[in-house]
Every structure is written in structure tokens, then in C-alpha cells.
């Protein structure tokens, strides 16, 4: 989940601990801990989405970037090779000290990956920088 991807990171307090007290409806006495920075994510999508499939195309991450990290959904693997398979293919997620540093780490991952089709939107987060 998109939405799920940029949280993660923020997340300072044990995930295991965190998700523990939700099984166990005791959230009312727990501390949640977040580092102080921000995460913004752009979803990176097959050709044909949200319409129709796309055919399997092999994806090219040519470097990764600091201060972002790649979340696989729309992903299969084709003769040992990472292929997208349609839809929402990843997310890149890049962290920064503000806004506008997570921004460009999540944008100059997303342009060091290729795929036959790739399209995502160039103005996430725009409205707040």
C-alpha cells in the first residue's frame, strides 16, 4: 500500500511491538515513537494502468539512491530477472531532514528506473514545498 510505504519509515518504536499491542487491543498505553524527518513516496505504474494489464517488462534500476528505498508491488520474477507485471509496480520512497529532501531522493530514484511503460505523476507533494 503506497500510503503504508512512506509510514514505515518514520517509525522510531519496534514494528513488532507496535503491531503486537494492536493484536492485543492495548494501544491505549502505548507510546508510539516517530524520528523527526519526512517521507514522501511516488508510485511508478505499467503503461496501460489503471485500465488494463501491461505485458512483462523487465525492470532496470540503474543506481540506487541515498535516502531512498525501493517497495516492489506489480512484481514477478521472469527467468531470474525482476519484471513488472502491471499496475502499480513500486514505489520509491525517498527520506529527508524536510520535505523537500525527501522529495528529491524519492524523484531521482524514480528516474534511475526503467521499464517498458513506466509512467508516475511529477507533482507529488508539489502543493506543500
Known amino acids: 500500500d503506497p500510503e503504508c510505504e512512506v509510514i514505515l519509515p518514520l517509525i522510531k518504536s519496534s514494528i513488532l511491538d507496535l503491531f503486537t499491542k494492536c493484536v492485543n487491543k492495548e494501544l491505549s498505553d ?15 505504474a505499467s503503461k496501460n494502468y489503471p485500465y488494463s494489464s501491461s505485458n512483462p517488462s523487465k525492470i532496470d534500476i ?18 531470474g530477472e525482476k ?9 520509491s520512497v525517498g527520506v ?9 531522493a524519492a524523484y531521482m530514484q ?7 511503460g513506466a509512467k508516475y505523476r ?3 507533494a508539489h502543493e506543500v514545498l
Open 30 to 44: 502505548y507510546e508510539l515513537e516517530l524520528y523527526d524527518r519526512s517521507a514522501i513516496g511516488v508510485v511508478l
Open 110 to 116: 524514480c528516474e534511475n528506473i526503467k521499464f517498458d
Open 62 to 79: 540503474e543506481k540506487e539512491i541515498e535516502n531512498a528505498h525501493i517497495s516492489f508491488g506489480g512484481v514477478s520474477k521472469i527467468d
Open 96 to 104: 529527508g531532514k524536510n520535505l523537500k529532501e525527501a522529495s528529491e
Open 83 to 91: 519484471c513488472a507485471s502491471g499496475g502499480r509496480v513500486l514505489v
Open 122 to 124: 511529477r507533482d507529488i
